[in-house]
């Protein structure tokens, strides 16, 4: 017999229905802008792990990943360093860090020191103080770094011999130039290595002098590559492409000039028999420096006003702009600045392996600050670097050194905070900026919304400070400036307690809501964020509500 067949305990009321209550609005959940910024696509069509601003925070493949920050390691030089030149000895005991600076002296930074220092080497008068090209070349019994500049002209550096300038001569350490030949040593102004062999580059010439395998010194070969530049120019750099990826045979010797003409040429080697070109390219206009091309994973990379690129894109046809290019998304913008700033110092590429990132180091661009492009090789998307004054950079040993202009030596992409003194004490809290691609809300780009709330999640070893905002309609607004993390750092989370717990040092996960204000067809992310290595930026939602169709 059914319950409500025997007589109930409680007496029961009739009920009434309820219509449903209609949903006035609706969430959207958004990735973190792993795409990394994006110069190419209309702020209408970009996808939605793309940004529009990206600074400091590096698009890996779980999140936008907030830089770590710099720390001095050499302060009270006598001035500004303009060149490093690594030497790599049998062992990194051995190996030196030398740093040339604009009083046209040579310094060893390899300790950290705040001086008082004592020039390495004083070279001779040079038209560029400063400024030296080099690379570091081995022999059947030493390793050398090899090194030219104009008016110093070219110098050898190893453990036995130390500091050599080099003169010309028939005799032993000597350099002998050919019969005939106008070219003085004191002309040197680059020095370059292909299979086993020095390639000593004349100063504003197409001429280069080769010198006999496996030597330092001797009587060098003469070879004019100016007939083959349709567009004029010197030789402005070299770079080996190892095509096998390995050091193999198929090796090729990439020449560029300072006119943007590229040569491939192959063979045994510049004076072998078979030394012949390859083929012959355009690439646009190049930077002052010899500092815009770079070996890289048996590929070269390259950097002109037209922007960057590796040969092999180049060679399949993509160009600076094809859908595979590695840096089609930052070219329209980097490829103005390369053209509108080529003449300044200096447009530097460089890889820094223990963070997996392509470094396009960029001067001084007009009133902003230096600024550097960033990229992670395993997930190709790019970034913006800002807060670190590189007037030159090279990497060490897997650390990336820069030179700033209070005649300092910094050690980028080390530490918690920007800025730590040679003593220890702290620098200030890393910062970073973030605006998102717009996206329609509720994939409806036609319909009007309100905005009501929004989130941002990270997953980080403490809680970090936010400002954020939403932005609609392509809109740029600004969101106010975010305040650093105390010295003590806790789980303090937008000056608040998070959930009013103590977090381990460990990572963990952060989730903030904050008030969205303002109406829009699409909507964008736009926050400053406040905190320490290892914060990742994750994921930001947004809660509104769906209006008419205007």
């Not at 492409?241 to 491939?264: A, C, H, R």
Request: with cysteine.
């Amino acid at each position: 017999m059914p319950f409500n067949d025997i007589s109930p305990r409680y007496s029961r009321s009739p009920s009434v229905r309820k219509g449903a209550v209609a949903r006035t609005h609706t969430a959207g959940l958004h990735p973190a802008s792993v795409g990394g910024l994006n110069y190419v696509d209309s702020y209408a069509a970009m996808p939605p792990k793309d940004a529009l601003i990206l600074d400091n925070l590096i698009p890996r493949s779980f999140g936008c990943e907030l830089r770590d920050g710099y720390i001095e390691t050499c302060t009270g030089l006598p001035t500004i360093g303009e060149s490093f030149l690594p030497f790599y000895g049998i062992n990194e005991a051995q190996s030196k860090l030398f740093l040339a600076c604009q009083d046209g002296s040579i310094y060893d930074v390899t300790i950290g020191s705040a001086g008082p220092w004592v020039p390495a080497v004083v070279p001779g008068v040079q038209s560029h103080p400063g400024r030296f090209t080099g690379t570091n070349f081995g022999t059947l019994g030493q390793h050398y770094l090899c090194i030219g500049g104009a008016g110093a002209g070219y110098l050898t550096y190893s453990v036995l011999e130390g500091w050599v300038t080099r003169v010309e001569g028939a005799g032993a350490g000597e350099v002998a130039f050919p019969v005939g030949s106008t070219m003085s040593i004191a002309e040197v102004d680059a020095v370059f290595t292909w299979k086993n062999q020095l390639i000593l580059v004349r100063a504003d010439s197409a001429e280069v002098y080769v010198l006999p395998v496996n030597q330092v010194a001797g009587a060098a070969t003469l070879f004019d590559f100016g007939p083959l530049f349709p567009h004029g120019g010197a030789v402005s750099a070299f770079a080996t492409w190892t095509i096998d990826g390995g050091d193999g045979l198929d090796d090729k010797l990439v020449i560029v000039s300072s006119q943007g003409d590229m040569l491939i040429y192959g063979g045994d080697g510049v004076t072998a028999d078979n030394f012949a070109i390859a083929g012959r390219w355009y690439i646009g206009q190049v930077p002052v420096g010899r500092r815009f091309i770079m070996s890289y994973a048996g590929d070269v990379v390259l950097l002109s006003e037209r922007g960057m690129t590796y040969l092999t894109e180049l060679l399949r046809g993509e160009g600076f702009s094809g859908a595979s290019n590695v840096a089609r998304k930052i070219n329209p913008k980097l490829s103005t600045q390369v053209h509108e700033t080529r003449g300044q110092d200096y447009w530097e590429l460089r890889y820094v392996p223990s963070e997996r990132l392509i470094i396009v180091n960029a001067p001084l661009l007009g009133v902003s600050l230096d600024r550097q492009y960033a990229m992670d090789v395993n997930n190709p998307a790019w970034c913006t670097f800002t807060g670190m004054e590189m007037r030159t950079c090279e990497v060490f040993f897997d650390h990336l050194y820069y030179a700033d202009s209070l005649n300092r030596v910094l050690r980028a992409l080390d530490g918690s905070t920007d800025g730590a003194l040679l003593d220890g004490t702290p620098g200030i809290s890393l910062t970073a900026e973030v605006q998102t691609s717009f996206q329609p809300l509720n994939g409806e780009p036609y319909r009007l919304n309100q905005f009501i709330q929004a989130f941002v999640s990270f997953i980080a070893p403490s809680a970090p400070r936010i400002r954020a905002q939403i932005n609609s309609d392509w809109s740029f607004a600004t969101a106010p400036a975010v305040p650093g993390l105390p010295s003590d750092t806790g789980a303090r989370w937008d000056q608040a307690f998070w959930d009013q717990a103590v977090w381990t040092p460990e990572s963990q996960t952060f989730k903030a809501w904050f008030g969205a204000l303002g109406i829009g067809y699409y909507a964008s992310l736009r926050m400053n964020v406040a905190g320490v290595g290892g914060t990742a930026f994750i994921s930001w939602g947004l809660v509104s509500q769906a209006g008419n169709i205007q």
